[in-house]
């Protein structure tokens, strides 16, 4: 026989430490006990998680297409910045 939960998952009442029922509603290991019978109690919806099918939703599709490297526009924008830090070292040599 497997020890009773503290509270009892059916009625929520304390359960004595050896006690082969709840005090308050008579649920028992057969009855109630059970890890499914503790959920069943909480209301949740019966339907299973899928894992693939979420990845899917929140990050798209493997057809999803994603860029490789860094955009030439920002190698632009670099060599434009390099520019305009070095511009005042260079016009000083003049």
């Known amino acids: 026989m497997a020890a009773p939960p503290e509270t009892c998952p059916v009625c929520g009442t304390d ?3 050896n006690a082969r029922a709840c005090p308050e509603c008579g649920a028992d290991e057969k009855s109630g006990w059970s890890e499914e019978a503790y959920a069943d109690s909480l209301g949740l919806p019966d339907d299973k998680f899928d894992y693939d099918q979420f990845v899917k939703e929140e990050f798209g599709g493997a057809n999803q297409v994603r860029p490789k ?3 030439w526009l920002w190698w632009l924008v ?3 910045l390099a520019l305009a830090m070095l511009w005042p070292l260079v016009s000083s040599f003049r």
């Open 78 to 80: 670099a060599l434009a």
């Open 69 to 71: 490297g860094i955009s």
């Open 15 to 17: 359960v004595p430490r």
